[in-house]
C-alpha cells in the first residue's frame, strides 16, 4: 500500500518560512520524481518544485528565489523549505510521487500552508 504523508503546514506571517516533509512508504522512493504541488481555493493545482532520481531540481516561476526542495532517499522523504513567504502562497499542498517508467503517479492527502499579511 502507497502511503504519502505530508507535514509541517500551518499558519505564518508573510516573510517567515516554513519546511513541508512527506514521508513515503510502499514505493520505491529513490526511483520516483518527487514533488510539490499546491491548490488554493477556486484554482486548479499547480506544480511548485520536483526532484529527479537524480538530483535535477525544477522550480514554478512564482517560487523560483524563495522555495528548495531536497530528498532523502535514505529516509523516504521529500521536504520543501519555504521561504519569504507571501499571502499569495497561501494553499493545500500536496506531495506527488511519479514513476514515468511504469506509468504510477501517487498523490498525498495534502498539508495546509496559510500566510498572514
Known amino acids: 500500500q502507497v502511503q504519502l504523508v505530508e507535514s509541517g503546514g500551518g499558519m505564518v506571517q508573510a516573510g517567515g518560512s516554513l519546511r513541508l516533509s512527506c514521508a513515503a512508504s510502499?514505493?520505491?522512493?529513490?526511483?520516483?520524481?518527487m514533488g510539490w504541488y499546491r491548490q488554493a481555493p477556486g484554482n486548479e493545482r499547480e506544480l511548485v518544485a520536483t526532484i529527479t532520481p537524480g538530483g535535477i531540481l525544477n522550480f514554478a516561476d512564482s517560487v523560483k528565489g524563495r522555495f528548495t526542495i531536497s530528498r532523502d532517499n535514505a529516509k523516504n522523504t521529500v521536504y520543501l523549505q519555504m521561504n519569504n513567504l507571501k499571502p499569495e502562497d497561501t494553499a493545500d499542498y500536496y506531495c506527488n510521487a511519479r514513476r514515468p517508467a511504469i506509468g504510477r503517479t501517487y498523490w498525498g492527502r495534502g498539508t495546509l500552508v496559510t500566510v498572514s499579511s
Open positions: 510502499g514505493i520505491i522512493f529513490s526511483a520516483n520524481v
